[in-house]
């Protein structure tokens, strides 16, 4: 099948730079970002910093590294932190909390992904000799294998004055935290007030080839920059990519509200087939999960994939569909379609 026949709904991260973009890429003034004169390098994690009202940031190629690196900032060997058990940090990052940081997780079991304040307070550890003792509480939002599913600001708050008050850190896992700003109309900083970390994908849904961005204050970031080297991080000419990152802000971020009307679009025709399963009602951002009632999710990606169409079995009977800026209405309503006929 031609590549532009395949409807790709695998992720976010399919995405392909426009001509803009790479215009832009190949016009970066660039440096040697090790050494730290870099001035596109500079200018994206300015830019970052600046939109999450933060001290700093640093540019990771990867959202994994970014995740790595912060956690590794602000934890030593032997600590432990709390997340939400299907967090990205902990089931997507091939175990680096444990391979490169050497701290454990402390796992919650939250509602599509999202936890309480009462569910983090019930999970610190008395401070005692023999108990791992508890350094970092993570939170993503959106959350991917939630479903794009949306934090209230006050839970974030209740859970940021809750860490306060016990010393802890507090992490985003903010990969699609622009999709979080687009549904609620939030301002980014709205969010970032209220952890000390922050962690930013530039090439999922803003459609950047490669990058993220870690925000803290300085001094969190000058420690966060030895960890990046130590992980393999470091980048020389990286301006050409940060260039992108740069560019993806300012042309492609307010069009994420597009993916999320072609997710809810999605989702609705699905809901109205019979022996499908949707629930338009979780639909929040660019994330859709549904399936045919009595089959595996496996056989459901196999035959979809058979009739060009692209996506992962992530659940038992579901599969994930991730709405990006490469697919057009017509594709979606090709996609229900689809569906449709191997419904009856
Ligand atoms: C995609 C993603 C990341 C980072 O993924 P990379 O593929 O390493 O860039 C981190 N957190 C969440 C929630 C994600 O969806």
Redesign the pocket.
């Known amino acids: 099948m031609h590549a532009d026949a395949l409807i790709d709904l695998r992720s976010d ?1 399919v995405t392909k730079p426009t001509p803009g973009m790479l215009k832009a890429m190949m016009a970066a003034e660039v440096g040697d970002d090790v050494l730290g004169d870099d001035p596109a390098v500079l200018a994206l994690q300015e830019k970052v910093a600046d939109l999450l009202g933060k001290e700093a940031g640093l540019f990771l190629p ?4 970014a ?1 790595q690196v912060a956690i590794r900032t602000h934890t030593e060997p032997g600590d432990e932190l709390i997340m939400e058990a299907t967090g ?2 902990f089931l ?1 990052e091939t175990g680096a909390m444990a391979g490169l940081c050497g701290v454990q997780a402390s796992l919650i079991a939250g509602t599509r992904g999202l936890i309480t304040a009462a569910q983090v307070k019930s999970a610190i550890r008395p401070r005692q000799t023999y108990v791992p003792p508890t350094k970092l509480v993570i939170l ?1 939002n959106t959350h ?1 294998h939630g479903g794009g599913t949306l934090y209230d600001l006050d839970e974030i708050k209740n859970i940021s004055a809750l860490c306060k008050d016990h010393g802890l850190a507090l992490h985003l ?1 903010g ?2 935290l622009w999709n979080a700003c687009i549904a609620t109309g939030l301002a980014p900083k709205e969010y970032a007030l209220h952890f000390d970390s922050v962690s930013v ?1 530039l ?2 849904g803003l459609g950047a080839p490669v990058g ?1 961005v870690i925000v803290g204050s300085q001094s969190w970031i000058d420690r966060a920059k030895r960890f990046r080297k130590m992980f393999g991080g470091g980048m020389r000419q990286a301006g050409f990519l940060a260039a992108a990152g740069i560019y993806a802000l300012d042309h492609q971020f307010a069009r994420l509200a597009d993916d999320h009307a072609h997710a809810r679009r999605l989702s609705e025709g699905l809901s109205r087939i019979p022996g499908v399963i949707a629930e338009p009602e979780h639909v929040q951002t660019n994330i859709v999960f549904f399936g045919l009632r009595g089959k595996p999710a496996s056989w459901l990606s196999d035959e979809l994939k058979k009739r060009g169409v692209l996506l992962f079995p992530l659940r038992h009977e579901e599969v994930r569909a991730v709405t990006h800026m490469g697919l057009s209405g017509q594709q979606i309503d090709r996609v229900i379609q689809i569906m449709q006929d191997l419904a009856s």
Do not use: Q
């Open positions: 991260t990867s959202g994994t590294m995740n990205h940090t997507y993503e991917n896992d990969a699609r994908c090439s999922k993220s």
